[in-house]
């Protein structure tokens, strides 16, 4: 029946088919899963075939025996191809397909038209159609061997447009249906790409089992893919290299720890990092990307699919970490989400497009383009651990039946990274939560403890003792303005929760620290849960307690070197727009990491920053606090929306006593009286005072209102300088 | 030009260099060197690839390559597909975010359209769907009534279509088809991604035929057509036009390949075949001088490099124009 179409349309009436599919087209709008129906005909009758519902993606429907097993997998070739005739009107036409991949029949969908061909029996194209039962569809199934010799002038193939069409229709559908229900569930898919074991390689290993690849374009390649001419036709036009930077071996070797870590947070536990880097004449970025948001000279391709790379899914980086990786002029790190398809254990491809050479001599040139291939080694896939064992796992792997396969259609579930980790240090989340309620609770009820000096004393020492010990030397939860930085940019470039929820500790931590500052300001997190602050805090205590002199700066240049943190964290933060990396270089004036994380061993000039901040701290309490703290600065800003004013302040503060505005811990209160929330560290110091009628001088002249004749020597001016002077030095 | 460019080449056909196959024996025949031919479906038309000396897991491993990026490019390029970029173009007036094929495509076709004074247009695609819905509802197969006519020639000038970063504008009213480059495009494609794999010996016949080093015993393709000498094809690329590949309405007045300029089937050559190293480039030319004068085709060719033409008039005479550069890689058979 082949033949006879090809007889009919061989000259000059294919138009007529075009417009017989035409005609067709008003009369199939709704077709969809109603029509499916027929597809049960496609089976032998004996098996009592029955269509189910259309479902999933592409839809299709199930083809079910009579005892249970899966026939096959009917589809419409309008939904799952959005198939169109020649004329650019829908085509449809019902098939299925076999779990083993044949196709099992196919019919045109079509009604009672009149046709308006020429010539041609609407039998003889239904027969066309129905022929391609028994067809092979698995990948390959175009390819013979043909004979190499004596081949004879092929007859001049008459198939007509639209034959071409149909097949195609049926056989584009039939793959992607088969892919999805079948094919999909093959060994090779079941691979994973490695994501949690975390190891250092170096940059001669990598390029060695080919995790990096190169291409080189010599100046005399580019001028002959842009039809133009060199002089210099030796020298390198680019010099490029690609690398899937996900796996830690490979990301965290090239990029080192603290960039790789905060990409990592940046994408989604499914989604990939890839680095492009490179070094020549040419510029794989180009400048169009900064107008249009897109990079137009590089594209990934990986099967039939096209990522394009976005300016918002870039990260500048200044230079390789690794040891022995060369110098380059452009490096990109580049997040491509798992929703667009990109499989990560597949190969893909780089196109790389020369821009066109004004200069050349013919107008018209192809465009020019080279490509690198990239295929993740082996060594950095995982078998799916879904997976009970690997044994089942063999035993799975043998021919599945049919009926097995499609039990096995559920995708397997995979758990969040987070999850796990979440999980894994339950306990220090425990135990932090408990902390944050303990605050929570001496906030509200703050009046209830700084009127008992004795008991506030002692929780604030435990608390710091606390926040030190747990939250900083054990727990390693020491907020910095690293955390600001990367959440800045994360709401930049596409705001994804999972990344922030990668650190339980740090998650919860800023989770209670957004919620203090909108209640009391910045110093809660400042004067409580700072690991660094209540180090710098004990530690002068303590040498306060040996009798060491304290340093008063006078308020006029107190207030203005307040400036500084400001200026360093805008700094910072500019920076940062420009390249993350030197943002983290100098977000390193804290000397958290030293202090902290690192517990001072780390590189000697470090060691001396850190000891030389606490040592100025011995004298001026909270010296780095008050004018570097860039996170502190931070937290400021955002904190002037604070809701509650819960320092209490009496009328006289400050007009005839300076107790409180002299002994607080990070000089915030003004000569004049008033507590500046942008500086106050709430470690309520004053609070305490105020209840305190043993300091208080207000109290104690109510006292002494109250009790005139009781104590009549008391209120000396000489004895109001004593006490003055011995709560300074003692406190 | 328009949907059904496609069929042109169906009067065309490979020879395998029937007798100096014979005389050339083969160093690497046997099951692991054969010559393996893909047959598949490209962009609105039949598709081969013919594998000449290679493996069959070789071929097979091509071959799903093949398939992978045909896909891929129609998502792009094809007008068959509900969603294909060029498609959303039409439908939309504008597409943001195109990509790079597409936008190479596109450009590819405007600097042909300019080079050829507009010989070569992507904007016909009113006058295609003018012709064929006048087709699809007139019974007696007369042609379409002037005013028709020259109502869609309106939204044809490829001057309208505006490339700017990534996006793609087109004029009120405007269509383009890519069927005039878009089969060499991916030919093209097709045949670097198989080159940079690593074979040498291929010819990729997408409707344009092009060739990747000749076969591997040392023989040149052949390609035939239709009444004509055979061409002898060493490297680079062939596209033939020919009115007669798609014959509009019952009386045969009118064909695909329409002059941009009258708005009219194109009748001043039989056949016309261009050569040239892109399969692109030659597609776009051999649909662009089939509307052209000698003087026309004469002038196209001095000005730009590695170009031969060969066209044939309605009385089967055929005259041949090539660049003074680069004008290597084809030659006709009764040349020999």
Redesign the interface.
């Given at each position: 029946m082949r033949r006879l179409l090809k007889c009919f349309s061989r000259r000059c009436r294919v138009i007529g088919l075009l417009v017989a599919l035409a005609a067709m087209a008003p009369a199939i709008p709704n077709a969809g899963a109603a029509e499916l129906g027929v597809a049960a005909d496609f089976f032998p009758h004996e098996d009592m075939p029955r269509v189910e519902g259309v479902d999933g993606s592409p839809p299709a429907a199930v083809v079910r025996a009579r005892d249970g097993r899966i026939l096959g997998y009917a589809f419409s070739t309008r939904d799952v191809a959005g198939s169109i005739g020649y004329s650019g009107r829908p085509l449809d036409i019902t098939a299925a397909v076999t779990p083993d991949g044949v196709i099992a029949g196919a019919r045109i969908v079509a009604h009672e038209e009149p046709i308006l061909v020429i010539g041609i029996p609407r039998e003889a194209l239904a027969a066309y159609v129905a022929d391609f039962k028994g067809f092979d569809i698995k990948a390959g199934g175009g390819l013979r061997q043909v004979a190499a010799a004596g081949r004879g002038p092929q007859a001049v193939a008459g198939a007509s447009v639209t034959s071409a069409v149909i097949r195609d229709a049926i056989l584009r559908s039939g793959r992607a249906v088969f892919r999805s229900r079948v094919a999909a569930l093959g060994p090779d898919n079941v691979s994973r790409l490695d994501r949690e074991s975390r190891r250092r390689s170096s940059w001669s290993a990598l390029v060695d089992e080919g995790a990096v690849k190169q291409l080189v374009v010599t100046r005399g390649d580019a001028a002959r893919l842009r039809n133009s001419r060199d002089t210099e036709p030796d020298k390198t036009f680019i010099e490029l290299w690609l690398a899937l930077a996900t796996p830690s071996a490979i990301g965290e070797t090239l990029l080192g720890q603290r960039i790789y870590e905060s990409e990592l947070a940046k994408i989604g536990a499914e989604d990939d990092l890839i680095l492009i880097a490179a070094s020549g004449l040419y510029s794989f970025r180009g400048t169009e990307w900064r107008k249009s948001g897109v990079f137009d000279r590089i594209e990934l391709q990986q099967g039939d699919k096209t990522f394009r790379l976005r300016a918002g899914d870039y990260e500048r980086i200044d230079a390789l970490h690794a040891a022995g990786a060369p110098e380059f002029r452009e490096i990109g790190l580049f997040r491509i989400a798992r929703t667009s398809g990109f499989n990560p254990t597949q190969p893909f491809r780089l196109d790389l497009s020369l821009s066109r050479d004004i200069t050349s001599p013919s107008r018209i040139s192809p465009p020019a383009l080279v490509s690198l291939d990239y295929r993740i080694p082996d060594t950095y896939l995982t078998q799916a651990s879904a997976v009970p064992s690997p044994g089942a796992e063999r035993e799975a792997d043998g021919q599945p039946s049919p009926a097995n396969t499609a039990q096995m259609q559920v995708p397997l579930m995979q758990v969040p990274l987070w999850h796990d980790i979440w999980w894994q240090r339950r306990y220090e989340i425990v135990l932090l939560a408990l902390m944050l309620a303990g605050l929570g609770a001496l906030l509200i009820f703050q009046n209830w403890v700084t009127a008992r000096g004795r008991l506030y004393r002692c929780t604030r020492i435990g608390y710091l003792l606390l926040t030190l010990g747990f939250l900083g030397f054990f727990a390693n939860a020491q907020l910095s303005v690293v955390n600001v930085v990367t959440f800045v940019h994360a709401l930049l470039s596409g705001f994804r929760w999972d990344l922030f929820l990668l650190d339980p500790l740090v998650f919860v931590l800023w989770s209670f620290v957004a919620v203090s500052i909108l209640f009391w300001g910045r110093g809660v997190f400042c004067g409580w849960l700072c690991p660094f602050g209540a180090l710098q805090e004990l530690l002068n205590e303590a040498a306060r307690r040996l009798g060491v002199a304290q340093l008063q700066v006078p308020f006029g240049l107190h207030e203005r070197l307040w400036m500084l943190k400001y200026v360093i964290f805008l700094g910072i933060l500019a920076v940062s727009l420009h390249s993350i990396m030197a943002a983290f270089a100098m977000a390193e004036i804290e000397p958290f990491k030293t202090a902290i994380t690192l517990k001072f061993v780390r590189d000697w000039p470090f060691v001396i920053y850190a000891m030389l901040l606490l040592a100025v701290g011995l004298f001026i309490e909270r010296f780095f606090c008050r004018y570097l703290c860039p996170l502190g600065a931070a937290l400021a800003i955002p904190a002037r929306m604070r809701m509650f004013e819960w320092l209490k302040r009496y009328r006289e503060c400050g007009a005839e006593c300076h107790i409180c505005a002299r002994t607080c811990t990070v000089q915030a209160i003004h000569p004049l009286g008033q507590i500046n929330p942008n500086e106050c560290i709430y470690c309520l110091q004053c609070q305490a005072k105020y209840f305190d009628s043993k300091v208080c001088l207000h109290i104690k002249k109510r006292i002494e209102r109250r009790q005139p004749r009781a104590a009549p020597s008391v209120n000396t001016p000489a004895h109001a300088a004593i006490s003055v002077k011995g709560v300074t030095d003692g406190r | 030009m328009g949907?059904?460019h496609?069929?042109r080449r169906?009067?065309l056909?490979?020879?395998?260099g029937?007798t100096a196959?014979?005389a050339g024996g083969?160093a690497e025949?046997g099951a692991k060197a054969?010559?393996?031919?893909?047959?598949?479906?490209a962009m609105?038309?039949?598709a081969r690839i013919?594998f000449?000396g290679t493996g069959?897991e070789a071929?097979?491993a091509a071959?799903?390559l093949t398939?992978?990026?045909i896909?891929?490019l129609e998502?792009?390029l094809s007008?068959?597909?509900?969603?294909s970029e060029i498609?959303r173009l039409n439908r939309d007036g504008i597409l943001p975010?195109a990509?790079?094929?597409m936008?190479?495509?596109v450009?590819?076709g405007l600097?042909?359209a300019?080079?050829t004074n507009g010989l070569f247009d992507p904007t016909v695609q009113a006058l295609w769907?003018c012709y064929?819905?006048w087709?699809?509802v007139s019974?007696n197969g007369d042609i379409p009534p002037q005013p028709l006519v020259a109502k869609a020639l309106n939204a044809v000038d490829w001057r309208r279509i505006r490339l700017s970063?990534?996006?793609i504008a087109l004029g009120d009213n405007q269509r383009i088809t890519l069927n005039g480059l878009g089969q060499g495009?991916v030919t093209?494609?097709i045949a670097?991604?198989l080159r940079?794999r690593g074979f040498n010996h291929v010819l990729v016949d997408l409707g344009e035929q092009r060739a990747l080093g000749i076969r591997h015993?040392g023989i040149p393709w052949l390609v035939?057509r239709?009444g004509l000498p055979a061409i002898e094809l060493r490297h680079g690329a062939l596209a033939t036009s020919e009115g007669?590949g798609?014959?509009?309405?019952?009386k045969?007045a009118v064909h695909h390949l329409f002059d941009p300029r009258t708005g009219h089937s194109s009748h001043r050559w039989q056949t016309l075949t261009v050569h040239h190293?892109?399969a692109?480039?030659a597609d776009a030319l051999s649909t662009a001088l089939y509307s052209a004068s000698p003087d026309e085709i004469a002038n196209v060719v001095t000005?730009?490099?590695?170009l031969i033409v060969w066209a044939s008039d309605r009385s089967g005479r055929e005259s041949r124009w090539q660049s003074t550069i680069g004008a290597t890689g084809a030659k006709s058979m009764d040349a020999a």
């Open positions: - | 949907a059904s496609i069929t169906r009067a056909t490979i020879l395998a029937t196959g014979l083969f025949s054969a010559d393996h031919e893909w047959s598949g479906y609105g038309t039949d013919i000449s069959i071929a097979r071959a799903e398939t992978a990026e896909e891929r998502k792009a007008l068959f597909r509900a969603e498609t975010a990509t790079g094929d936008l190479r495509a450009q590819l600097d042909i300019s080079a769907e064929v819905d087709f699809s019974r970063g990534n996006s495009y093209d494609r670097n991604l940079g015993d035939a239709h007669a798609c014959i509009l309405g019952a045969g190293r892109s692109a480039v000005k730009l490099d590695g």
